[in-house]
């Protein structure tokens, strides 16, 4: 199984401040990775698909870049509506796998 | 636009079989567009793969549990099912259903979560 690992599992941040996270895979997976965005007591939301590529409504302060093993999820500009958690997810290969997440705090 | 809701008991005893089933409205559960997945949450931790089925029938399942899983669709009641027997506290989540975007190898949408309880 491809392992998940993200770091780090929490940070605490201010409105505006330049967030990343990393996420990095046991193996090389190419460019099969999900981000999601998860708020407190609702499913996840898929922010970013194939490593970098934003999805339909998604603002753009969220990217994402990498590609085989070391990935990373960028928060250019930190909105109050962005303290989440956030998770990367393998898409390579079965079984699917879901890093620990970060979450976003206020600082 | 796709919805999908799960539905089912809240409260499974220890050994039994935890039943699941997800309603999907806004689309047609037998067209070859679409595959479909299960994920799970223990409270306050992380996300966990359970399984998926493509529209050929072919299902792939997390190894950890696979010696205890079902999923299934039922075309003609426009949904598909998770049931996992054997269940301990463990298993204790709440469980999401999801469309899985097979070219992206990604959950979207999803629906809003269960609470599965185990316990006697």
């Known amino acids: 199984d491809i392992q998940m690992t993200q770091s780090p599992s929490s940070v605490s941040a201010s409105v505006g401040d330049r967030v990343t996270i990393t996420c990095r895979a046991s193996?090389?997976?190419?460019?099969?990775l999900v981000w999601y965005q998860q708020k407190s007591g609702k499913a996840p939301k898929v922010l970013i698909s194939?490593?970098?590529v934003l999805q339909s409504g998604v603002p753009s302060r969220f990217s994402g870049s990498g590609s085989g093993t070391d990935f990373t999820l960028t928060i250019s500009s930190l909105q109050p509506e962005d303290f989440a958690t956030y998770y990367c997810q393998q898409a390579q290969s079965f079984p699917l796998t879901f890093g620990g997440g970060t979450k976003v705090e206020i600082k | 636009q796709l919805q999908l809701q799960e539905s089912g008991p809240g409260l499974v005893k220890p050994s039994e079989t935890l039943s699941l089933t997800c309603i999907v409205s806004?689309?047609?559960?037998?067209?070859?567009?679409?595959?479909w997945g299960w994920i799970r949450q223990p409270p306050g931790k992380g996300l966990e793969w359970i399984g998926v089925i493509l529209y050929s029938g072919t299902t792939y399942y997390n190894p950890s549990l696979k010696s205890r899983l079902t999923i299934s669709v039922d075309t003609s009641k426009s949904h598909f099912s998770l049931k996992l027997s054997s269940v301990t506290a463990a298993d204790m989540a709440v469980y999401y259903c999801?469309?899985?975007?097979?070219?992206?190898?990604?959950?979207?949408?999803w629906g809003q979560g269960t609470l599965v309880t185990v316990s006697s």
């Open positions: 193996q090389g997976i190419g460019s099969y």
């Open positions: 806004g689309a047609s559960i037998s067209s070859s567009s679409y595959d």
């Open positions: 194939v490593a970098s």
């Open positions: 999801a469309e899985y975007r097979r070219s992206l190898g990604s959950f979207d949408p």
